[in-house]
């Protein structure tokens, strides 16, 4: 039922087939998929798959290969563009600790991403 909404109806919801792929809730535990489903949802500018997308990829987790700057780049939308609730208290905690943890290069190199994700989106 996501994924039909998600690919047919273009529903900005694909998070939650992300999140089944990411568990194994009712399908395969599948990181790839996971991120495939993130990164619709985050180009849509959903905050909580910019946020869990960045993580995704800046830690290396699930099975997917690490995109450091690629992840700091998410995570810094993300942080971006919550609003400083409790609710959104995480994903700012999720993006401080990935920018304590990243380098020189991380940084510079999320940096250029955001800009040219920037200038493709505007």
């Given at each position: 039922?996501?994924?039909?909404a998600?690919t047919?109806?273009?529903?900005?919801?694909?998070?939650?087939?992300?999140g089944?792929?990411l568990?194994?809730?009712?399908?395969d535990?599948?990181?790839?998929?996971?991120?495939?489903?993130?990164?619709?949802a985050?180009?849509?500018?959903?905050?909580?798959?910019?946020a869990?997308?960045g993580q995704?990829?800046f830690?290396a987790?699930?099975?997917v290969q690490?995109?450091?700057a690629?992840?700091?780049?998410?995570?810094?939308?993300?942080?971006?563009?919550?609003?400083r609730?409790?609710?959104?208290?995480w994903?700012?905690d999720?993006y401080?600790?990935?920018?304590a943890?990243?380098?020189?290069?991380d940084r510079q190199?999320?940096?250029l991403?955001?800009?040219?994700?920037?200038k493709r989106h505007?």
């Amino acid at each position: 039922m996501f994924q039909f909404a998600a690919t047919t109806l273009g529903d900005a919801r694909p998070i939650h087939l992300a999140g089944m792929h990411l568990e194994g809730a009712g399908v395969d535990k599948d990181g790839r998929e996971a991120i495939r489903w993130l990164f619709l949802a985050a180009d849509k500018g959903h905050l909580q798959a910019e946020a869990l997308l960045g993580q995704t990829l800046f830690s290396a987790r699930d099975g997917v290969q690490p995109q450091r700057a690629r992840g700091l780049m998410w995570l810094t939308f993300g942080a971006g563009s919550g609003d400083r609730s409790k609710k959104d208290k995480w994903i700012i905690d999720l993006y401080e600790k990935a920018v304590a943890s990243a380098n020189d290069e991380d940084r510079q190199d999320a940096l250029l991403y955001l800009e040219n994700h920037l200038k493709r989106h505007n």
